[in-house]
């Protein structure tokens, strides 16, 4: 996946906003919090990051493809970077970015949920 395909299926989620801050990152936020970045890479490759629920960052953080995410794994967030961007998981990492956004929205108050009109995510 590249940028421009990313940054289209970040987009096509509902109510997502978008930003570049971090050295020039594509972030992706929902309701003013982050679910993905794009960015990071070594080598200036591209390199995805996303939310995890516990048991997936505990599988991810296993895979060759995956690492724990760069600053917020550190910090015992579970965040995972996909480093493999080649196109082999592209379908795996739009079902993870699905799940990231899935995952913060349900962080959302009840209220800003209902105001972005996301209120029936779980």
């Known amino acids: 996946m590249n940028y421009e395909d990313f940054n289209h299926f970040c987009e096509s989620l509902p109510e997502t906003t978008h930003v570049v801050q971090w050295g020039g990152s594509h972030v992706w936020k929902v309701g003013g ?9 070594k080598d200036k490759q591209p ?10 960052f505990d599988f991810l953080s296993h895979h060759d493809a995956y690492q ?4 917020f794994a550190n910090r015992g967030m579970k965040w995972i970077q996909q480093t493999d961007t080649a196109g082999a998981f ?3 990492l739009r079902y993870y970015l699905s799940e990231s956004y899935r ?6 108050s009840k209220r800003k949920r209902q105001e972005l009109g996301l209120d029936n995510i779980q």
């Open 68 to 71: 724990p995410a760069p600053y």
């Open 90 to 92: 592209d379908e795996e």
């Open 33 to 41: 919090k982050v679910f993905a970045v794009g960015g990071w890479g």
């Open 47 to 56: 390199a995805f990051t996303f939310k995890t629920s516990d048991v997936n």
């Open 103 to 108: 995952i913060v929205c349900s962080g959302l």
